[in-house]
């Protein structure tokens, strides 16, 4: 299925277009890196036929450490994020997402607001209870990531993720990120955790347990218990996880819950005591 393209140079451009392409019928969607787009359009799952280009609007493309915070524009590329390198943790992160050229194109944003349900890009984001700046054609809206991210971003019909906002105090602190794959060096992952730790306490949140990404509260909440063993955490952690935990060609829910035990034991050994 052909689809419409058209660039759009600032936001009111971008969310007046899609809300006036909504007005006539049509299936807009705004494109970034386009590799997802491309991908589910090959393979006949897009229903977009119409997508608006918002890589060239200058708030999307906004990279930088201010006094006070990283600033993200959803249009920086998983290169980008690397080759600036202000927070190794999302360094980490995106750099083992696919290969090289796809992270030239792969966008932040369009990671975090994919349907392809990994969104391995947000685990820093929500560790750090960063803070996204979202738009519509009826204007600006700034949210804590944990109100407007559960599952997956929770966009109104026509909102455009802008930028992300990140406290710089988070940009140096201890962390660990491991992703463990099935099949290939660049793979979607069986799963992938990653932890900081900050004000003595560990966070940790995982992508590839389940259909969605999240913050594992519940398992901090277990894993900083030092009144019980390491041991004893670890099991009683893995009884503290949403459900169902995935079963598919990519590995077992029983295999998927053997290799997250053995990464929150790793993380506990990174990050205790540190
Ligand atoms: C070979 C390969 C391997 C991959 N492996 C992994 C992996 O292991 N883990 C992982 O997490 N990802 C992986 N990905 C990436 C993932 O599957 C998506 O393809 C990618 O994240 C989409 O980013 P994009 O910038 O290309 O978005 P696009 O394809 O442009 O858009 C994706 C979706 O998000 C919407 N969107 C984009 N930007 C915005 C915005 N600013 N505001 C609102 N909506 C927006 C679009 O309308 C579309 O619905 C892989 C991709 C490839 C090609």
Redesign the pocket.
Known sequence: MAFEYIPASSIEQATKKYAEMKAQNKKP????????????RRINQLN?DF?ID?KQIAA?NVHQVDEEYLVIG??I??TDVEELNYFPLLTRVCK????RT?RN????????????F????VLPFLLTDSVFV?ASENGIRTEYIHDVFEEQ?L?QDG????QAFIEKKYLSQEYIAI?V?QHWE????LI?VAALKIDGQIRVAI?GLCTF?FRAFEVERIINNQTMNKEQRITLALNHLPSPILDDVEGSAEYRLFVLADLIEKIINRLEGV
């Open positions: 969607a705004y494109y970034a890196g386009g590799t997802e787009i491309i991908t589910l977009v997508t918002v999307c959803s249009c590329t998983l083992e997402i696919a290969d796809a194109k792969i966008t932040v944003g369009g990671n975090i607001c994919g349907h392809i990994y969104r391995e890009a979202l971003l966009l909102e455009l993720l802008v992703k794959r660049t793979g979607y992952p992938t992508s990404p």
